[in-house]
């Protein structure tokens, strides 16, 4: 089955302690992408990738970073986490260019107290 | 700046009535559409997409959508909604110029279905 996998589905952690969010794709998809959605903003893009080792910011990228080491594999990481990170994330593959995110992940909650 | 409008917030039907959800982008000459449907507690469903070619886009679950370049918009049209539409509803626009692979979403309206 076609799917994209992230892990915590739920995490509660403090200011100041890192943490990674995990996202895996079984479709050798090319691209994948982190979204973060709060209320009344919509979804906005923090960071994208086009293949291995290529990587670039969406619109709002400060406080994440993220690394692609394996085509199926894209981690968020939070180095020093801060309350206004606290929101829902989502991770998405797609096959081709432009197309944002064919398949997305169930989503990660995030609350930093 | 580049941007997505969807001007309703929340917008409520009844059963069978006809549906469509606005949504208008400011972008460059090429741009690539979507629509999403997030049903609550889920993720994102890609429900269908615009590159280029015919602009009356058929999608999945009986929705379509239609380009208008003139009026810089690309509305989301169902003829009979069902109650298991109720959901929130994305607009998202990448330029189709560029190599990368940015993407703005609109706000999101929230479909609400009466009886």
């Known amino acids: 089955e076609a799917q994209v996998t992230q892990n915590p589905r739920y995490l509660i952690t403090v200011t100041g302690k890192k943490l990674t969010v995990t996202c895996s794709q079984n479709?050798?998809?090319?691209?994948m992408s982190w979204y973060r959605q709060d209320p009344g903003l919509g979804l906005r893009q923090i960071y994208y990738?086009?293949?291995?080792?290529?990587?670039d910011k969406g619109d709002v990228p400060e406080g994440y970073k993220v690394s692609r080491k394996e085509k199926r594999n894209f981690p968020l990481i939070l180095e020093s986490p801060s309350p206004n990170q606290t929101s829902l994330y989502f991770c998405a593959s797609s096959l081709r260019k432009g197309l944002a995110g064919e398949y997305f992940g169930p989503g990660t909650r995030l609350l930093v107290l | 700046a580049q941007s997505v409008t969807q001007p309703d917030i929340h917008i409520t039907v009844s059963e069978g009535a006809s549906l469509e959800l606005r949504c208008n982008y400011s972008?460059?000459?090429?741009?690539?559409l979507f629509w999403y449907v997030q049903s609550p507690g889920q993720g994102l469903q890609l429900l269908l997409k615009?590159?280029?070619?015919?602009?009356l886009v058929q999608g999945i679950k009986g929705f379509e959508a239609e380009f208008k370049r003139s009026q810089s918009s690309f509305n989301l049209r169902k003829p009979s909604v069902h109650w298991s539409d109720a959901a929130e509803y994305f607009c998202a626009v990448v330029d189709g110029y560029s190599s990368a692979s940015k993407i703005i979403f609109g706000s999101g309206t929230r479909l609400s279905i009466r009886p």
């Open positions: 990738s086009m293949n291995v080792e290529v990587t």
């Open positions: 615009y590159f280029s070619g015919d602009t």
């Open positions: 479709m050798n998809h090319e691209y």
């Open positions: 972008y460059g000459a090429t741009p690539y």
